[in-house]
């Protein structure tokens, strides 16, 4: 046995024999954020299979994922390597460590502006919003993010380790750190972090920026180093005070494929129903599959989001390229209720 699992790992390449190591780490990750979540909520009374939770797990976790990696590496990244990969090797002699930092702090600096020009960008933002669509965020909601986005943000990330003739184990070593990053700005934990947060970011902020609150529509898009967000004046974080509701202010599908279809063109569900029997029927049965799921795992019966107190104020103001309904009301009063501590304080 000892002498198989000896040849195995003989066998793989750098790559392969870095993957074997930073897999339990990820896993070991996800239990220490499940445990801290139950622990130190953030939020009480979120469940483990909270709405959308078979979503982010099967859909976007493991199928999307899938798939995108065989897309980006085999068909984007592999392709310009074998035409440019023999140009550059700006980085090749630095170490490991050296290399993997400088792509963490400048994928870093571009996504911090890839995401706030997204949302201000009407287009942009339909390739975003599915990320902002739950309304329970906790450590598995940042898989949520559209097709289109994670092709243009992975290639703009992996592309250039290769391209700079990067040593090849820098690639899972950074993805091992994206994912554990961004579970752990999602997760349900109660963080203080003091003036830490300044530089690193975590839960306190980015549960706000996914907030369905006025105040944070353009603000805290830092996704590892909050020192952008207050370099830049976007920063937002009350003391004190959390918010009263996640997720869009306008109606969004909750099925992988109508999100992404949502994304190009909107349209009503109910009237869409009335229209397609090919439709009604795909709804049917997923409809009797999530019936069944909550029949039988009693946790998944709760999903309806957290409790919002009696008389809460909603803020309804528009998303860009949303669509809430024109009735409803705005109301800044949750902006009033505390001042933002920001960069110029």
């Known amino acids: 046995?000892?002498?198989?699992?000896?040849?195995?790992?003989?066998?793989?390449?750098?790559?392969?024999?870095?993957?074997?190591?930073?897999?339990?780490?990820?896993?070991?990750?996800?239990?220490?954020?499940l445990v801290l979540e139950r622990?130190?909520?953030?939020?009480?009374?979120?469940?483990?299979?909270?709405?959308?939770?078979?979503?982010?797990l099967f859909w976007y976790t493991l199928v999307q994922s899938y798939f995108l990696q065989i897309?980006?590496?085999?068909?984007i990244i592999a392709p310009l390597a074998?035409?440019?990969?023999?140009?550059?090797?700006?980085?090749?002699?630095?170490?490991?460590?050296?290399?993997?930092?400088?792509?963490?702090?400048?994928?870093?600096?571009?996504i911090y502006w890839f995401h706030r020009f997204q949302h201000n960008s009407a287009f942009f933002w339909r390739t975003h919003e599915a990320h902002h669509s739950g309304?329970?965020?906790d450590w598995l909601a940042g898989s949520r993010s559209h097709a289109v986005e994670i092709i243009i943000n992975q290639t703009i990330e992996f592309a250039p380790i290769i391209l700079l003739g990067a040593n090849p184990i820098v690639v899972p070593i950074k993805a091992l750190i994206d994912a554990v990053w961004g579970m752990y700005i999602h997760a349900n934990v109660d963080v203080k972090s003091g003036k830490l947060q300044y530089v690193i970011n975590g839960p306190e902020m980015h549960l706000w920026h996914h907030a369905d609150h006025e105040e944070v529509y353009f603000a805290n898009f830092s996704?590892?180093?909050?020192?952008?967000?207050?370099?830049?004046?976007?920063?937002?974080?009350?003391?004190?005070?959390?918010?009263?509701?996640?997720?869009?202010?306008?109606?969004?599908?909750?099925?992988?494929?109508?999100?992404?279809?949502?994304?190009?063109?909107r349209f009503d569900e109910g009237a869409l129903a009335e229209k397609s029997a090919l439709f009604r029927?795909?709804?049917?049965?997923?409809?009797?599959?999530?019936?069944?799921?909550?029949?039988?795992?009693?946790?998944?019966?709760?999903?309806?989001?957290?409790?919002?107190?009696?008389?809460?104020?909603?803020?309804?103001?528009?998303?860009?390229?949303?669509?809430?309904?024109?009735?409803?009301?705005?109301?800044?009063?949750?902006?009033?209720?505390?001042?933002?501590?920001n960069a110029h304080s």
């Open 1 to 33: 046995m000892l002498e198989t699992l000896s040849s195995f790992y003989d066998g793989l390449n750098p790559v392969g024999r870095t993957t074997l190591i930073t897999t339990p780490i990820l896993l070991l990750a996800v239990v220490v954020l």
């Open 39 to 56: 622990k130190y909520p953030y939020r009480k009374g979120l469940p483990f299979f909270r709405e959308g939770l078979f979503l982010d």
């Open 71 to 75: 897309l980006i590496f085999g068909f």
């Open 82 to 110: 074998k035409h440019f990969g023999a140009q550059f090797h700006w980085v090749s002699d630095w170490p490991v460590a050296a290399q993997v930092g400088f792509f963490v702090v400048t994928h870093d600096f571009y």
């Open 135 to 137: 309304k329970q965020v």
């Open 223 to 265: 996704t590892k180093f909050a020192v952008w967000d207050w370099l830049f004046g976007t920063a937002y974080l009350p003391e004190g005070r959390k918010p009263i509701r996640w997720g869009l202010p306008y109606a969004f599908p909750k099925d992988y494929f109508l999100q992404h279809a949502f994304s190009v063109r």
């Open 281 to 341: 029927h795909y709804h049917g049965v997923r409809f009797r599959l999530l019936n069944w799921v909550g029949q039988h795992v009693p946790a998944a019966q709760v999903l309806q989001g957290w409790n919002v107190p009696d008389g809460a104020p909603e803020t309804v103001a528009h998303r860009p390229g949303g669509n809430p309904s024109p009735a409803a009301p705005v109301i800044p009063a949750a902006a009033e209720s505390s001042c933002p501590v």
